[in-house]
């Protein structure tokens, strides 16, 4: 087992994971986007780039295209900010960007503009979001997000955790993250107490996009969550060259029910820069459900959305909500009634 993470394009050629030829015009990409591949991912990436695992983390010189609709911003977090680290859209929930941080850096990533940038949240901006949130009575839930929040130590958790118990309104707090899959070591005794806030229910959302992820020390990281008394949502990303087809989705939401984590979300890839590659059209996406749907436990579906560009909220792509008036061209109501088009880029 490798031990120590990739962080350049000179360590993925030493690792095998691209060829020499390769290296000039991936040092471009590396200076546009970060690389980071841990010790566990490296595990479990087959060769070539071909592979499921290896294609969500080896760069590709195709990060290097760029399309028209592609935004630094793609789904408008900047949009809906309070306090710096704070992106309030919804009434009842706020995401606080706690750390820019990631133990990888996924090539699709949609935030790919500003993770891996200055690290954690300084303190001033923090105690300012709580700040927000502590005169927001109508805020019940806070989402911790990133970068991911779980690359943070267990004390640095467990002192946010206490902060936001001591606001009386909060009920929930949930974790968006990839570190029991991409750094299952991390999941230890003091992680798990920095989880259990005496007051608050804790949530913890899985990013995983590929049943290859759910490695033994990956399920096992899962195991002592539910065993805390966690409960376990998964997020995932449509990905073409990853799952973007029936059956691969099928065996990576019956790997996770296993696991005993609910498939909450299958995200349209967004409209980030350099991602176009990654991405399918609604319409796949849309005949991807259909094919799940009936064929497997109702427990194991999540629900396709898509996050609209601009700050608009997700939205339920196999709803009423989103119309496509002619090839490619949707007509997609927010969660307010008010109504977007979208086009699939390249339609
Ligand atoms: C995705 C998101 C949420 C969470 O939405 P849910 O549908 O509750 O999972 C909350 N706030 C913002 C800004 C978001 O982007
Ligand atoms: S773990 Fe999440 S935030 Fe970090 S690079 Fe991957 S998709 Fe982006």
């Known amino acids: 087992m490798p031990t120590r993470p990739l962080t350049s394009v000179s360590a993925l050629t030493r690792a095998g994971l691209v060829p020499d030829a390769d290296a000039a015009v991936l040092e471009q990409v590396a200076s546009e986007f970060r690389i980071r591949i841990t010790p566990a991912m490296q595990a479990a990436a087959g060769p070539g780039a071909h592979d499921p695992i290896a294609a969500q983390f080896v760069p590709d010189a195709r990060e290097l295209d760029t399309r028209p609709e592609e935004l630094a911003d793609p789904i408008g977090d900047d949009a809906h900010s309070p306090t710096p680290g704070l992106t309030h859209r919804y009434p009842d929930r706020v995401i606080l960007h706690i750390t820019r941080t990631c133990e990888v850096y ?16 300084p303190e001033r901006d923090l105690a300012a979001a709580l700040d927000y949130i502590a005169r927001t009575p109508a805020i019940h839930e806070v989402i911790l997000t990133g970068g991911d929040p779980l690359v943070l130590s267990a004390r640095r958790i467990a002192s946010v955790m206490a902060r936001l118990a001591a606001i009386p309104h909060l009920d929930v707090v949930r974790i968006h993250t990839r570190i ?31 049943a290859n992820e759910l490695t033994p020390d990956a399920c096992a990281a899962l195991a002592r969550l539910a065993g805390a008394g966690i409960p376990l949502l998964s ?13 691969t989705l099928a065996d990576l939401f019956r790997a996770l029910i296993r696991n005993r984590v609910k498939p909450y979300y299958l995200h349209h890839c967004d409209l980030a820069r ?58 997609i109501a927010d969660w307010r009634g008010r109504i977007h088009d979208y086009r699939d880029p390249g339609a």
């Open 180 to 210: 029991p899959v991409v750094a299952p070591g991390r999941i230890d005794d003091a992680m798990l107490a920095a989880l259990a806030p005496a007051r608050l229910a804790v949530w913890v959302v899985l990013h995983s996009n590929h």
């Open 274 to 331: 350099g991602t176009g590659h990654f991405r399918t059209t609604i319409a796949e996406g849309r005949a991807i459900m259909a094919a799940l749907r009936g064929r497997m436990s109702g427990t194991c579906l999540p629900t396709y959305v898509l996050d609209l560009p601009g700050g608009h909220g997700k939205v339920p792509l196999t709803s009423e909500a989103a119309r496509e008036i002619a090839p490619g061209h949707w007509r």
């Open 106 to 121: 996924c090539r699709f990533c949609f935030r790919r503009e500003v993770v891996g940038e200055e690290g954690t949240l």
């Open 235 to 247: 997020q995932s990303v449509l990905l073409r060259g990853v799952n973007a087809d029936p059956d």
